[in-house]
């Protein structure tokens, strides 16, 4: 009994013995520091630019209250969002290292190997510098460096990882929104398909009528199918200068504050092109998001 006893002590100072260690080495490490806080950016940003392995840069500017991507393409919203929220949530956790610049290379931190991300107010100021190194292999966190500091950190504070909130290419960073439309804004929706017309008007806010046979409907019977074509999205961007195949579908949705939003989707070529009015950007469907969008079409303009 008296061995147990001898040996549990022993073990229990031994414990002591550590966790005097690691706080001494804890506060060793930290004295006379205190983590940096980065500031909340309370002014617009004019330009954001997301750096990969040191050669491939995308650059978004926002002009005329709209965000591009390349100066080429509209932004997706979503994604800008995205990332100036992050800006403001996104902060240093833990220091591992004090301008150790041998270590950069172990955290993917060296400029031919880390995401850097950063961004600029109205007036041109630099508002913030993130390098953004390896992933941590525990909860959202990835090692970094902050605003030209040599020092490491592993930063964090996100719902998910941070370095996957910039970690965007240019084809995700692009507005793939072909019609983003609520229902009750609808006043009628014409569908125009091998040299035919419908029509597909509301009498109220339950009841449709399709005008082409003078044959009302109610709403709940077509609404997942008239939601899937006004709130319809692109698969991608065409960027090859392709000839474009023969019109298939010409849909014009007509709004209760006068406006209109119309596209119209052609054949197959490589996949199905669809063209938003007024919008130079070519877009694509894939064929099951083409199958989707048909099936959809069908089950309005069918009797």
């Given at each position: 009994?008296?061995?147990i006893q001898k040996k549990y002590i022993i073990l229990s100072s031994i414990v002591v013995v550590l966790a005097v260690i690691l706080i001494l080495t804890v506060t060793l490490k930290n004295k006379g520091y205190s983590l940096p806080q980065l500031k909340a950016i309370n002014t617009q940003l004019s330009e954001i630019t997301i750096t990969r392995n040191g050669n491939e840069t995308i650059t978004i500017k926002f002009n005329d209250n709209k965000w591009t991507?390349?100066?080429k393409y509209n932004a997706d919203t979503k994604a800008i969002e995205s990332i100036t929220n992050a800006f403001n949530n996104i902060q240093p956790v833990e220091l591992l290292s004090r301008g150790n610049t041998e270590?950069?290379?172990k955290?993917?931190?060296?400029d031919n190997e880390a995401l850097i991300v950063k961004a600029k107010d109205t007036s041109s100021k630099e508002v913030r510098n993130?390098?953004?190194?390896?992933k941590a292999n525990f909860g959202n966190l990835v090692y970094g460096q902050i605003n030209n500091d040599k020092n490491v950190y592993l930063i964090g504070n996100t719902p998910i990882n941070p370095k996957d909130i910039f970690d965007k290419t240019e084809d995700d960073l692009i507005n793939k929104t072909i019609s983003s439309v609520r229902i009750d804004d609808i006043n009628k929706i014409t569908i125009s398909y091998n040299n035919n017309s419908y029509t597909l008007e509301k009498t109220d806010s339950t009841n449709w009528t399709k005008t082409w046979n003078?044959?009302?409907i109610n709403q709940d019977?077509?609404?997942t199918s008239l939601y899937f074509i006004v709130n319809l999205r692109a698969d991608g961007l065409i960027k090859d200068n392709i000839q474009r195949a023969n019109l298939l579908y010409k849909v014009e949705i007509y709004l209760s504050d006068g406006t209109t939003v119309n596209y119209n989707i052609y054949a197959k070529t490589d996949n199905y092109e669809i063209e938003l009015v007024n919008d130079d950007t070519r877009y694509y469907l894939l064929e099951s998001s083409f199958q989707d969008l048909e099936t959809k079409i069908n089950n309005i303009i069918q009797n």
């Open positions: 009994m008296a061995n991507v390349n100066d270590i950069l290379d955290y993917s931190l060296t993130i390098k953004f190194g390896m003078n044959q009302n019977d077509i609404y």
